[in-house]
């Protein structure tokens, strides 16, 4: 499907926006403790310092975040290559012109080679802001359609068993309809297979954080037993060619995380069979300009599509959730309530996942949430303002 996104597309009953003059942009990041550690196979963390990007323009503020981490460990971007990328490269391309639709920044920040969080973040900005002209949900403007979207939850490698079982527990007890539990050599196989046994009728998956190698592939075979619903990355950050070997010697479907950085790496993966399932992180690829395309290859071609997430605040889980309504996220997302991270969200009201495991897609104009500018001010570590000389 082609969809060139102008701001007249997917809104048959309002007019065209015209052209939209961006005075400033700021960036402010922000630090939130985590109510508890997060470990993956690269590493472990107990604060997120959360990237807000701020755009103004007529009189409105939109929000967007960036999700790269303070060390260059799930990617090559970390906070300080955004802020820089950001401030000195995108920002002033953002004010430069007035800009005309989302492509129109999309094809400015092509000029720039990688950096995808930071120009995701900026993207993300933009669309709030859109969606705030219009007067509509951000759901509403990129074309979603459900009122509530499925989630799961993402569980962080525990110190020990009988830890991780009661997160499994507690986040089944909430209502979460799947969970993904994070591997690695040495808390897999026998981690896996009794949270089987105990939870025998769950969706259940997991999440390697590239921490493999095909050498493994006898030992991933043995995850074949459990029913996994998909297996995330197992192997290299970048690799397709060895994912498509890998998939021809297991049952289990595996999706790719990391790898798909772009529709032309989306579509690479499924010509070549790298993956029967991707996880589409707005970040990761560069923004709505390139999750959009993502979602619609994917639907064309049957591929079920999750969204991932990177531990957001409220405003980088709105834009989530927005994505996630889009009609071919069949498949629950690593979207969670914001007390599963936080003690207090950058939003309110604060996510919240309801019993059946579902989270409201919210209908009011923007992001729906209302952002806390004084917990922001508060938190703020660093603020930038970047505008017109
Ligand atoms: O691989 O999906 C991942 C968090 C940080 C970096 C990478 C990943 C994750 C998660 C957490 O799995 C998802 C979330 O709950 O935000
Ligand atoms: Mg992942």
Redesign the pocket.
Known sequence: MQRSFEISDRQDEKPATPPIKVDGVEIRLVRLPLTEPFE?SFGKIDTRLIFLVGIDALGLRGWGEVVASEEPR?SYETVGTAFHVIRDFLAPALIAEPVTELNDIARRFSQFRGHNMAKAGVELAFMDLLAQVRQQSLATLIGGERKRVAVGV?LGIQPTLPELLKRVERYLSLGYQRI?L?IKPGWDIDVVADVRRLCPGILLSV?A?AAYTLADTDHLAKLDDFDLLMI??PLHNDDLVEHAVLQKNLRTSLCL?ESIVGQRQAKAALDLGSCKII?IKIGRVGGYSEALPIHDLSAARSIPVWC?????SGIGRAHNIALASLAGFTLPG?I?ASSRYFERDLISPQVIVASDGTVEVPSGVGLGFAVDLGFIEQQTETRVYISQK
Do not use: A, V
Not at 308 to 312: H, I, T
């Open positions: 993956t799930y993402s993904k994070k999440d954080n995330e990355q995380d996880n991932g997430g990177m531990l957001e690593d969670s």
